[in-house]
């Protein structure tokens, strides 16, 4: 890929939705600095705008990572399933369903993990 090729759908993506997660992050602070529950509603926060950079950078890497499209799609699960369970709790009154948080938090975790494998795996196409 040249450097000014369009990046493939794949990589934009995961620009998307670094963006949306990105978006998610800031409105989530805000609804815990106007009264919601900041344990919650932080945490939720603070999980999307902790993985919104990675996935800005992994989408605009342009595929050149290996693994990089997988850690992409962990982190996205991940951390989106962690945020959601923990909005869920503050505004529906419970979770998505039983031990989402911490399945979203291992995908996460798993998602960093391959994301620090690809880093090191010999970049040969």
Do not use: K, Y
């Amino acid at each position: 890929m040249t450097a000014n090729a369009p990046l493939p759908l794949t990589q934009r993506s995961f620009v998307a939705v670094a963006g949306l997660m990105g978006a998610a992050g800031v409105a989530l602070a805000a609804a815990a600095a106007h009264g919601g529950d900041a344990r919650e509603l932080g945490a939720a926060s603070a999980i999307c705008l902790a993985h919104a950079p990675a996935l800005l950078a992994l989408g605009l890497s342009g595929g050149r990572l290996r693994l990089g499209a997988l850690a992409a799609i962990l982190l996205f699960a991940g951390a989106g399933l962690f945020s959601l369970d923990m909005a869920s709790r503050h505004f529906w009154g419970g979770p998505v369903f039983p031990m989402a948080a911490p399945t979203g938090g291992t995908t996460a975790i798993l998602g960093w993990v391959v994301l620090a494998i690809g880093a090191l795996l010999p970049q040969g196409r």
